[in-house]
């Protein structure tokens, strides 16, 4: 088994004022994100990490969301995307326990693709996710009974990121849609619209109606928005007649952070930047940026990008933060002046994967999330659709 280096745990000075620390205090005020990174824990713990997974050899096999941080990624087996982290997952049946250090949904989505001996665990279980919980099974199931009332529930097929419930991935599977993530979102809503005349798009609006536009040539007026807290989705009959695109109004907090200023801001600060960011942000960010791509494809692109480039990254920060530390010859700044790191992502910190692996070492399964066998079976043939995706 290879085990990823330990990583200095500190951030380098330079690595946060590149990335926003300080650039402007004013407007780190009164902003959510608390401006500065989570404090490290104590490395004692580093110790007994190690130990504990020593303990449990090959027993164990632990996940890193590339948005962790790196206390937590230097213990990870493999880093990378909520998807590709799930198919690694199953490519090690041997592997009893599998640690997911990222989110609730992500490791719902491990569970759906791993064997029935395979035991799924997340260190911290209030480790969710903001853009996950914007769609409820109920919510998406009173949409339906909308669209069903509005006539157009036969002509809709639904197409769900990766960043939804196992609840959610069933419901698509069942009603004969897919999954997508962001690098083949636009091959999904290909297919999709090779089976009907719409799309249910859950629960990012952003990536929704960023492929559409961007990828598809769809207009924005083609899309309409489906708000869960209105009756009837605020929409009336008609505008859901004539829409193509039906976006479910969620988003992902941290990317729809990023605004156009941001993106003016940087092109002011650093003559020659390339703006490259992620489709969860929003259009006009999208729209006004150079590059826009996954997590795997903003990875790439850096690596790949010349000595001496210059570039503003609109996606989370410890990804950016570690990405740039990586490429000292290349000025890698993030997109908004305020640091701002996924919380809820960030809850799995070292003290949470030491009781984890500890307790798995000792003989005690904790945290471990299941997915029922229905919601498993309709979930996975919404993901084997994706799969099979041309
Ligand atoms: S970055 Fe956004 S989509 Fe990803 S886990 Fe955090 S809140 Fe959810």
Partial sequence: ?????????????????????????????????????????????????????EKLGDKVFVLGHHYQRDEVIQFADVTGDSFKLAR??????????????????????????TTDDQKVVLPDLAAGCSMADMATAEQVAECWDVLTEAGVAEQVVPVSYMNSSADIKAFTGKHGGTICTSSNAKRALDWAFEQGEKVLFLPDQHLGRNTAVRDMGLSLDDCVLYNPHKPNGGLTVEELRNAKMILWRGHCSVHGRFSLDSVNDVRERIPGVNVLVHPECKHEVVAAADYVGSTEYI??????????????????????????????????????????????????DLPHLVWTLESLAEGNLVNQIRVDEETESFAKLALERMLALP
């Avoid at 049946?93 to 997911?100: G, S």
């Avoid at 950016?320 to 790191?341: G, M, Q, S, W, Y």
Wanted: net charge negative.
């Fill in 1 to 53: 088994m290879t085990t990823a280096q330990p990583l200095d745990v500190q951030p380098t000075p330079l690595a946060l004022l590149l990335l926003g620390r300080e650039a402007d205090p004013k407007s780190e005020r009164g902003v959510e994100c608390p401006g500065d990174l989570p404090s490290p824990s104590d490395p004692d713990l580093v110790e007994r990490a190690r130990a504990a997974k």
């Fill in 88 to 113: 690694d997952a199953a490519a090690k049946p041997e592997a009893e326990y599998i640690v997911f250090c990222g989110v609730h949904f992500m490791a719902e989505s491990a569970d759906i693709l």
């Fill in 299 to 348: 990875i790439n692109t850096l690596d790949a990008a010349p000595a001496g480039s210059k570039w503003a990254i609109g996606t989370e920060l410890n990804l950016v933060r570690r990405v740039a530390n990586a490429h000292p010859d290349k000025e890698i700044v993030f997109l908004d002046k305020t640091v701002c790191f996924c919380s809820t992502m960030n809850r799995i």
